[in-house]
């Protein structure tokens, strides 16, 4: 027979008590830590509304789908000479990259991933009439605009005056311009009040963009300009809409500012919206214009701007853009 020491039995009794206090010291602390964690939870849930707290764009899927510091322009690098262009919806269209049309593309994309820190996407929503908002614009490190809008002195308190980069949808030099095959210093005007502005334009859409777009090259030269010209490249427009497509946003084709605002969640550190809304009244309930320079409504069903700014919303409250819609008062 063995001999039990029954003081072994004692401790180990002891040991178990302790380990019954230790359990429950422990089980305490758990609880007072969710009941702390959980108050923070509460404010950190609502934060939200009166602070915007900033995430970086390449946290979100976007960096999956299309590659702006690589394709949003066609350039030499990515557009080879010889290289069979596919237009963007005449899918049986080619364009046939020759010699002209080479020298006319930049050897690189000029830009790279997240190069400015804050950026600005200017749509032309009536949401920016008296939002004053032209001293945040003009403080941001780059700024977009889309289809050459007006930025003339009487406009210039909302909107501000810095462009980096505005887009020309063929359609208007088409219909304001003969396509350029008349007077040309008309055109050239209403491009030199963007300064060096880049001039972007949706060259490879259909084949009937084509020839006016690559005119406005030759006009900027012809006048000496230092603005540059360049072409979305429609591989890149048809990755954007496809990846717009899978997040519901359905129209004959998504609107410029939407492809601006993509592109800039991959160049921009951050992104701030102004003049993109799609409703009759602000979120205060006051009727607004369509645009912010008139009232002339867009064709129906082409667009699908309703969509596009719930999207952006949604993106807002993620933290991933910004999208201003009330006034500005600092910058
Ligand atoms: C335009 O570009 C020139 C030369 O690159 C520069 O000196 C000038 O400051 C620029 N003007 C504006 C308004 O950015
Ligand atoms: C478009 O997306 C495909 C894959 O979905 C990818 O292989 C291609 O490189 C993308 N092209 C551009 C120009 O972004």
């Not at 305490?28 to 707290?53: H, S």
Request: proline share 6%; charged share 20%; glycine share 4%.
């Amino acid at each position: 027979m063995r001999y039990a020491d029954p003081s072994a039995n004692r401790d180990l009794l002891g040991n178990r008590t302790l380990l019954f206090i230790f359990i429950c010291a422990f089980a305490l602390v758990t609880l007072l830590q969710q009941i702390l964690y959980g108050r923070n939870y509460i404010k950190r849930r609502r934060a939200p509304e009166c602070q915007w707290q900033r995430q970086l764009p390449s946290q979100s899927t976007l960096s999956r789908c299309c590659n702006a510091p690589a394709f949003l322009f066609t350039t030499q690098k990515n557009t080879p000479l010889g290289t069979k262009l596919k237009y963007e919806v005449d899918t049986s269209g080619i364009y046939h990259i020759n010699q002209e049309i080479f020298r006319m593309f930049p050897k690189d994309m000029p830009y790279y991933r997240s190069q400015f820190k804050k950026c600005a996407v200017v749509g032309n929503g009536g949401i920016l009439k008296n939002s004053r908002c032209g001293r945040e614009i003009n403080s941001a490190d780059f700024v977009f605009r889309c289809n050459l809008p007006p930025i003339s002195e009487k406009y210039t308190m909302d909107v501000g005056v810095k462009t980096d980069v505005v887009t020309v949808n063929p359609s208007i030099i088409t219909e304001r311009f003969h396509k350029l095959e008349k007077w040309r210093r008309p055109f050239y005007r209403v491009l030199q009040v963007y300064e060096n502005a880049s001039v972007l334009l949706p060259a490879f859409y259909n084949t009937r963009n084509t020839d006016v777009s690559i005119r406005v090259k030759y006009v900027l030269d012809d006048f000496e300009s230092p603005q540059a010209v360049y072409y979305f490249h429609p591989q890149y427009l048809v990755n954007v809409s496809r990846y717009w497509l899978s997040l519901g946003v359905r129209a004959k084709r998504i609107s410029t500012g939407l492809i601006l605002a993509t592109a800039a969640l991959e160049l921009c550190e951050e992104v701030h919206l102004f003049g993109f809304w799609a409703f009759p009244m602000n979120p205060s309930g006051l009727y607004i214009t369509h645009h912010y320079y008139d009232n002339v409504k867009p064709r129906p069903g082409f667009h699908a701007m309703p969509s596009e700014i719930f999207n952006f919303l949604h993106l807002h409250s993620r933290g991933i853009l910004r999208v201003h819609t009330g006034t500005c008062s600092c910058c």
